[in-house]
């Protein structure tokens, strides 16, 4: 009995920690709730990654989360990317921004404004018409620009030369434009990476390999598969140079294909021979070539022939040339007689008969 009294008197019931534990959440405040993923978007995982598909956005969502650090809208009417177009709440993290099938023909000055933190800029599949000189001079820290098939509505080279002058682009991707040449104004000093896939590119002229080794290039790669290269005379400046010092500069050499002339095509170029490439129409600086040697010998041989009519009619020549200088002669006796005759003053006072 006395230790029942004393078991009672010292503790107390048992259920009491377990119900402390339970009430313990109610005591700390909650965390501050994310923010609010848009209506016309979802957030995945986090609001760090924003996706919008095909909603038909006019414009930017507003409601954006500050944290998104990855926001992609994709099928929509954008047109126009005014300036400042993300600028209604700061997003200081974001880095990634694909803008795909968003119908966007125009950037205007200061188009990525309040973007600070923004590395890579997706706009592949837009039918660009006009590019602003300062569409990209709110992202300073832009690294990557895609732009693939985005080039085919216009010829935007200028204006994105002067749009791209104060980045420090490190890769560009232009694939699908139907490039004819290597756009060269594009290039901006220390760009290593260059996506050309997949455009109408037939050879690499030897100005343009040129380009390439210039100092502040010397360390660009380029992507040239799904091209189609005209295995002829004029690809042997480009074949050296890819097989030469060049052969680590396109990633994909090995998968580069002939798609002309037919006896070559599917032929991969990396088993190719300059000096095994012909021209269709024969060799045009040899045909150059071999024409002024032909006038030339042409020339030469009037020359001798001339030279030799003269030699075996010297004698000939000769005498003609005695004959006309003795008719010069005569001729000059006659006129001196007449000036003679007319200058008599005997002569000048005769009536006539």
Not at 209 to 219: F, I, K, Q, W
Request: net charge positive.
């Amino acid at each position: 009995m006395a230790r029942r009294q004393a078991r009672r008197a010292g503790g107390g019931p048992r259920w009491l920690p377990w119900l402390g534990l339970a009430l313990l959440p109610l005591a700390v405040p909650p965390a501050a709730a994310p923010a609010a993923c848009p209506s016309a978007c979802y957030c995945v995982a986090t609001p760090e990654l924003v996706q919008c598909r095909y909603e038909r956005l006019e414009e930017p969502p507003r409601e954006l989360p500050a944290a998104v650090q990855n926001l992609s809208i994709a099928g929509s009417n954008l047109s126009v990317l005014s300036r400042a177009a993300f600028a209604a709440r700061p997003l200081r993290d974001l880095r990634l921004l694909r803008l795909r099938h968003d119908n966007i023909h125009t950037i205007e000055d200061m188009a990525l404004q309040g973007l600070p933190a923004l590395r890579t800029l997706d706009l592949s599949h837009n039918p660009l018409l006009s590019v602003a000189a300062g569409a990209f001079a709110g992202a300073p820290l832009l690294r990557t620009l895609q732009l693939n098939q985005a080039l085919l509505a216009a010829p935007l080279e200028e204006q994105l030369a002067l749009a791209l002058r104060n980045l420090s682009l490190r890769r560009l991707e232009l694939a699908g434009n139907a490039l004819q040449a290597l756009p060269a104004a594009l290039l901006p000093p220390g760009l290593e990476e260059l996506d050309l896939r997949n455009n109408s590119l037939q050879r690499l002229a030897a100005a343009e390999l040129r380009s390439l080794d210039a100092p502040e290039l010397r360390g660009l790669r380029l992507s040239l598969a799904s091209n189609p290269l005209s295995c002829d005379c004029g690809l042997r400046p480009f074949l050296a140079w890819l097989r030469g010092a060049a052969a680590n500069r396109v990633l994909d050499a090995r998968s580069l294909r002939c798609a002309g002339p037919a006896a070559l095509r599917g032929t991969a170029l990396l088993r190719l021979r300059p000096e095994a490439l012909a021209c269709a129409g024969g060799e045009p600086a040899e045909l150059e070539t071999a024409s002024y040697v032909f006038f030339g010998i042409v020339l030469a041989l009037i020359g001798v022939v001339f030279l030799m009519v003269l030699y075996l009619n010297r004698r000939g020549i000769k005498r003609w040339l005695h004959n006309l200088r003795e008719a010069c002669r005569d001729q000059m006796e006659g006129y001196h007689y007449r000036y003679e005759q007319d200058a008599d003053p005997r002569c000048a006072g005769t009536p006539g008969l």
